[in-house]
């Protein structure tokens, strides 16, 4: 018992690790460790994802010992270079509450406990749930469990019986972690890196709103994130890949949003590992990774020399150009993809040979969004507050509050979401079984937003002042 | 920006947040109130006709038709062991009277001791109807009286003969007890009782959970969320109102705080329902798998009943670990794949299939064993499909292994027989 706990300690604390260290080297040194957290937990996720497929395709045996050693190393390497880089490296700029005085009034030290007690409230149900109820959710016991639990006997990265096709790796992997390294293969504490990455997507909003807020402005925004239902269900019934999209996305989106600050060119480096990240934890993560893409070319735009700008600009009117013709069907597009595949693109059709193929048959029918967004319990007010936030905005003529980062990531995700809940799956919409699952990808990113626009107007890098209506004749 | 407020300026902040709400509190409701007809027009009939005296049914006037054990105690009627018929235990308690449901469309009933592995059903059959049952499923909101909307379900019409209440599932080795049943006219407290009962009516997790987290039963009068966002809209613009009265003032607090403090007690308010809802879950779920192991957890899940063949399944083809077939009756293909996940990784069921003369020739070919599922309740053996294959010797000629509930092992006549039976 006291050896399984131990090697589960080891398994979810040595990637996050490695994670952190990665994520301190990306982010820079002198950042809130709390960002280094949330960012950590899915790089060390996705380091053990890349570990597992290589060690299996160089053909070793899968084991938690000798993987565990080398992640160990791994990480040992990155602290060595992140302290011998200390000295060198330069340090963030100081985050505004630090220009601004750090004196909290009573009233603020009185209710940040009561936000972090309500937080716990949420962690203590969602970590029974996790850790007493035996697999849950649906697609776990139909489909991708059967297949890890076949890695698991195997020792390979190879299920003779077949029970899915393809459901992403981040899920399947993580899981096949937990097993190899507590020799279990059902027990429910297997589940435990779906709350590692509840715990992290506050890590990151917090550390996040911290750099640009008051403590209680990023405990606020924590505890919103935390206290969705819908995410809490999510990590209450684990095992659905769901949750590593979502963080994936939102910390892929933020360290946009950093590198428009800060222009650190390692932020694009993560921002790109988060768009693979999404492509590897389910198949809605293509849409996702495109998003996130586009914003790495937007923002390398937006820094790059006027030619090289436009140039992108060019490049990007004839890339909507060429898609807005295929997909009125002037045209089809073919592209060939790493290891004999096809990418197929049509009016009727986007197929990638052997992974995922999508019929398109368009059916607008705006009740389901309009429910789960707006009508269902999912997300609280979550919704209604990042509409009029967006609608004050407008009215006060704020417009590159709209355009900051993460307001373009939850635009970018919802124009992906309409896009194929109306082309591709419509009937997944109209019967709500796929439609709040891709709407939970961008709430964390959608309050993130709402709490640097109301807590201090996108002061830091946009050049905007507070938006609070200013008085009579003043 | 926040740094620069005073506990004071926070405290008048606080208190005009609170005040924009009450006072929107005070102009929503009785404007909701007022547009039940509009929002609810199944409701405009019971609002403008006449409004009869409520029928109060004591719980001792309830008489048993199918229980286990029941008694009556006082005015009340208490169930202490479920009929075991399937394909779920239970208990019906009826009452006989005439009376004409559009006059009566809120049911305020009183039952103790339920709990959620226990649904409780309210029938009614009607004159124009005799012998056909409708049936309404009262939420389950913990102890104390509740209401429930009876216009929710549209069979709910035209003149009722008979009311029965239904007890189905688990009494948990606790006594219910109907205190008793009331039929209300209309009235605005009604609706407002109705409302909160939907808002706070508790249902334990199902597959459906991980889709989407609706807030309220299915039919419920309205959402939690779109009613608070427009109380909360309300809000702000009274607090725009005042602030335009209060603007010359210089000490008040800024026009945002008391917005935002008016957001986090509406969000406050919405995640308490939520906060409710996990914790029942949360005793629930402590109910069923706190201190047991994996097995007894397992035992306990909702396929509980199929998964205690596991153990057994697993010794007896366990050295066939690639040579096993599920067939399952049809329409238990979820039940078939809880199994496979079950047997692993000691037994690999390489096939699922619903069982048709097709699948059970090819089995001898090309398994050794075949796992039997039956639907919750039942034999294998019992089930026609079944039954037709295994006493045509030239279809199965299988061996029958094991047995137990709705699942079993059979060797075909490819494998080597194994022990038990």
Not at chain 2, 191 to 217: C, H, K, M
Not at chain 2, 317 to 326: E, K, L, M, Q
């Amino acid at each position: 018992m006291t050896s399984t706990a131990l090697a589960l300690l080891l398994a979810a604390s040595l990637p996050w690790i490695f994670g952190l260290m990665l994520a301190r080297w990306l982010s820079g040194p002198g950042r809130s460790v709390f960002l280094y957290l949330g960012q950590g937990y899915i790089l060390g996720m996705l380091a053990v994802v890349w570990l597992i497929k290589a060690w299996d395709a160089g053909g070793w045996t899968l084991h938690f010992r000798p993987m565990a050693v080398v992640l160990l190393v791994l990480t040992i390497l990155v602290v060595v270079g992140a302290l011998r880089r200390k000295i060198s490296d330069k340090p963030a700029p100081p985050h505004p509450a630090e220009l601004t005085g750090t004196s909290t009034a009573g009233w603020q030290q009185g209710i940040i406990p009561l936000l972090c007690l309500a937080m716990g409230a949420h962690l203590l149900f969602v970590v029974q749930e996790l850790l007493l109820r035996p697999t849950f959710p649906w697609d776990a016991w139909r489909g991708w469990e059967p297949k890890v639990i076949q890695f698991f006997a195997n020792r390979s990265l190879d299920a003779p019986m077949e029970t899915i096709g393809n459901y992403g790796e981040v899920s399947t992997l993580a899981m096949l972690w937990m097993m190899l390294a507590s020799e279990k293969s059902h027990e429910p504490f297997l589940h435990l890196p779906w709350l590692l990455a509840y715990l992290a997507l506050a890590a990151i909003v917090y550390g996040y709103l911290r750099e640009r807020s008051s403590s209680l402005v990023a405990a606020l925004g924590a505890y919103l994130v935390t206290s969705l239902p819908y995410l809490n269900s999510h990590v209450a019934l684990a095992g659905y890949a769901d949750i590593w999209l979502t963080l994936a996305f939102t910390v892929g989106v933020l360290a946009l949003s950093e590198f428009r600050c800060n222009h650190r060119y390692r932020q694009l480096v993560l921002a790109l590992l988060m768009a693979a990240a999404c492509l590897q934890a389910k198949r809605a993560g293509m849409g996702f990774a495109a998003v996130l893409l586009a914003l790495v070319v937007v923002e390398i735009g937006m820094r790059a020399p006027r030619p090289v700008a436009v140039a992108l600009v060019i490049a990007s009117i004839t890339m909507a150009g060429i898609l807005g013709l295929t997909l009125l069907g002037y045209m089809n597009l073919q592209f060939p993809l790493p290891g004999g595949q096809k990418l197929l693109l049509s009016s009727s059709e986007f197929h990638v040979t052997g992974l995922v193929r999508f019929a398109f048959n368009p059916d607008w029918q705006p009740s389901p969004f309009f429910e789960a967004l707006l009508q269902f319990g999912n997300w609280h007010l979550a919704a209604y507050l990042w509409l009029g936030a967006a609608a004050m905005v407008l009215a006060l003529r704020k417009w590159p509050l709209l355009l900051r980062v993460e307001n373009l990531g939850v635009m970018g995700g919802l124009t992906v979401i309409v896009l194929y809940f109306v082309m591709a799956a419509p009937e997944t919409a109209l019967d709500h079984t796929g439609l709040s699952r891709a709407l939970l990808y961008v709430m964390p990113l959608a309050v993130a937003w709402l709490l640097t626009t109301t807590s201090n107007g996108g002061t830091r890098g946009s050049g905007v002042a507070s938006w609070q209506i200013p008085a009579p004749g003043g | 920006m926040i740094s620069t407020i005073s506990n004071r300026d926070f405290l008048k902040a606080l208190g005009l947040a609170v005040a924009a709400l009450a006072a929107s509190a005070a102009l929503l409701i009785p404007g909701y109130l007022w547009l039940v007809p509009v929002f609810h027009p199944e409701f405009k009939p019971y609002i403008e006709g006449d409004r009869a005296d409520p029928i109060a049914i004591s719980g001792n006037r309830f008489q048993p038709v199918v229980s286990g054990d029941s008694r009556v105690d006082g005015s009340a009627a208490i169930i202490s062991e479920l009929a075991e018929v399937p394909p779920e235990d239970h208990a019906v308690l009826v009452h006989r009277r005439l009376f004409r449901a559009d006059q009566f469309p809120f049911l305020r009933y009183h039952i103790e001791g339920r709990n959620p592995a226990l649904q409780v059903m309210l029938f009614w059959q009607r004159a124009d109807a005799p012998g056909e049952n409708h049936f309404a499923e009262l939420d389950y909101s913990g102890e104390g009286p509740r209401l429930h909307n009876l216009l929710r379900h549209e069979e709910w019409r035209g003149t009722i003969t008979e009311l029965a209440v239904g007890f189905f599932g688990d009494l948990r080795g606790e006594a219910v007890k109907l205190h008793g049943l009331e039929l209300e006219p209309y009235s605005h407290s009604g609706i407002l009782q109705a409302v909160w009962a939907e808002w706070t009516a508790f249902a334990p997790w199902d597959q459906r959970s991980i889709n989407a987290y609706r807030g309220v039963p299915s039919g419920a009068l309205m959402y939690p969320v779109p009613a608070i966002a427009i109380w909360l809209a309300t809000s702000m613009i009274i607090i725009l109102l005042l602030r335009q009265f209060t603007r010359r003032d210089n000490l008040s607090p800024p026009l945002w705080l008391p917005a935002i403090l008016a957001t986090g007690l509406t969000w406050a308010i919405l995640d308490g329902l939520w906060l409710q809802q996990l914790f029942r879950q949360n005793a629930e779920t402590r109910h069923l798998f706190a201190g047991k192991t994996l097995h007894e957890k397992k035992l306990a899940d909702w396929d509980g009943e199929y998964y205690q063949g596991v153990a057994s399944i697993k010794e007896l083809a366990g050295n066939h670990t690639n040579d096993v077939i599920i067939l399952y009756q049809e329409g238990h293909a979820a039940m078939a794949q809880r199994m496979r996940f079950h047997l692993l990784p000691q037994i690999m069921a390489r096939k699922l299939h619903t069982a048709n003369e097709t699948w059970i020739r090819s089995a001898n070919r090309e398994f050794d064993y075949v796992v039997l599922l039956s639907e919750s309740g039942s034999k294998p053996y019992s089930q026609p499909v079944f039954r037709r294959a295994l006493e045509d010797t030239n279809a199965a000629n299988w061996s029958m292994v094991w047995t137990h509930g709705p699942v079993a092992l059979y060797a075909t006549n490819r494998a080597q027989p194994a022990t038990g039976s």
